[in-house]
């Protein structure tokens, strides 16, 4: 079955750095676009990033760009998305997100990113 396990979330200062990964099985890992999404609590889940199958052309929301990067690793079924110059409106719960047909259909869960 599929499987989406994030890990890499923790406490940072404002102005600080993360990596966050997400390990994939069930699945071939290949195959799907993927993305990380966030919530924080008593706001609406966003779209953060989100990365196609060969790993081109990235896209991500307007309120991380410049800061974060997404990326993957198909040989390791591993996604990342590397947090620069955070802030503290990007505290939130992070979450892995596989794509299939224009809709996301399997969600980790979660890791949580805190700036203070």
């Known amino acids: 079955h599929v499987q989406l396990v994030e890990s890499g979330g923790g406490l940072v200062q404002p102005g600080g750095s993360l990596r966050l990964s997400c390990t994939a099985s069930?699945?071939?890992?290949?195959?799907?676009?993927l993305a990380w999404f966030r919530q924080a609590p008593g706001k609406e889940r966003e779209g953060v990033a989100a990365?196609?199958?060969?790993?081109?052309?990235?896209i991500y929301a307007d309120s991380v760009k410049g800061r974060f990067t997404i990326s993957r690793d198909n040989a390791k079924n591993t996604l990342y998305l590397q947090l620069n110059s955070l802030k503290t409106e990007d505290m939130a719960m992070y979450y892995c997100?596989?794509?299939?047909?224009?809709?996301?259909?399997?969600w980790g869960q979660g890791t949580q990113v805190t700036v203070s």
């Open positions: 990365i196609y199958t060969g790993g081109d052309t990235p």
């Open positions: 997100v596989k794509e299939y047909e224009d809709r996301y259909d399997y």
């Open positions: 069930g699945f071939t890992f290949n195959n799907y676009c």
